[in-house]
């Protein structure tokens, strides 16, 4: 069974900065396309960026120029840099993840608990 754990949530003023962290754990032959999503209370789960497995990325339009993706595939873990934070983007932060268990399967989906980013003076 995969697991992805993340890390780097927290309370932070407005204008800061945080690092989000996700590290998958399981049986992992190879990993496809790693995200984050965010959740505010009363409103859907929206994607806020992805990262291919060519490297190429995808983010938010309220998130352009402010955050960016990246992942080390060495580790199985992916990082979301947030900077200039704003008190909209408060909300519970969830990574996800294409995998497949073996070379040859199809991807299966897997989600994070998440962790809550707060931006509040």
């Known amino acids: 069974q995969v697991q992805l754990v993340e890390s780097g949530g927290g309370l932070v003023q407005p204008g800061g900065s945080l690092r989000l962290s996700c590290a998958a754990y399981?049986?992992?032959?190879?990993?496809?396309?790693m995200g984050w999503y965010r959740q505010a209370p009363g409103k859907e789960r929206d994607l806020v960026a992805r990262i291919n497995g060519d490297g190429s990325t995808s983010f938010a339009d309220s998130v352009k120029g402010r955050f960016t993706i990246s992942r080390d595939n060495a580790k199985k873990t992916v990082y979301l840099q947030m900077n200039s934070l704003k008190p909209e983007d408060a909300a519970i932060y969830y990574c996800?993840?294409?995998?497949?268990?073996?070379?040859?399967?199809?991807?299966?989906?897997?989600w994070g608990r998440g962790t809550l980013v707060t931006v509040s003076v």
């Open positions: 399981g049986s992992i032959a190879t990993i496809n396309t």
């Open positions: 996800n993840m294409l995998y497949s268990p073996n070379p040859y399967d199809r991807y299966l989906e897997v």
